[in-house]
């Protein structure tokens, strides 16, 4: 199995969803300046780059990540190019004539495409997207965006969608 760490490097540089926690290091003993070893603590949000949302994050009683069982994110995987969705829901439509061969799938849209600049009009999914490939088997469903819903979303369509059919993203 080959193992395909897709997360952009975090640190202070990284964009967080406006208003949420940035990060920070700090700094308690150095060895630069001569302490026998370097700690070091970091702050920032749960939803800093490449991360899995727990179901508690959009779901009233939905579970925390430690409950969650960790096939939804350990196992063959595929990567879809969806050209042309930045600003707007990704339909089935978009991925019609593409093959889906595994549970798990993430979408490369190129719409977030600088982890440093924070950009309000990625590509999101529909909730009839969701629905579609759960229909397919798919069990875990991943984008290259900040949230699996539009920037202004507040009903949170898909990840609700998400809920319902008990899928992970």
Not at 18 to 30: A, K, Q
Not at 32 to 49: D, I, P, Y
Not at 104 to 132: K, Q
Request: hydrophobic share 40%; with cysteine.
């Amino acid at each position: 199995m080959t193992l395909i760490d897709i997360s952009p490097l975090i640190d202070p540089s990284i964009a967080v969803w406006p208003g949420d926690v940035p990060f920070e290091r700090v700094v308690s003993l150095d060895m630069a300046e001569g302490a026998n070893l370097t700690l070091s603590s970091m702050r920032t949000t749960l939803h800093v780059g490449a991360h899995g949302d727990a179901p508690s994050h959009y779901a009233a009683g939905g579970q925390d990540i430690a409950s969650r069982a960790l096939h939804y994110y350990v196992g063959p995987c595929m990567v879809l190019h969806i050209e042309g969705s930045r600003g707007r829901r990704i339909v089935p439509a978009d991925l019609q004539g593409k093959r889906i061969t595994a549970t798990r799938v993430l979408l490369r849209t190129g719409s977030y495409p600088d982890p440093r600049t924070f950009n309000e009009d990625f590509a999101s999914l529909s909730p009839e997207l969701v629905e579609w490939l759960h229909g397919l088997g798919v069990i875990t469903v991943g984008i290259d965006t900040p949230s699996l819903d539009p920037f202004e979303s507040k009903g949170l369509e898909a990840h609700q969608a998400l809920a319902r059919r008990d899928m992970a993203n």
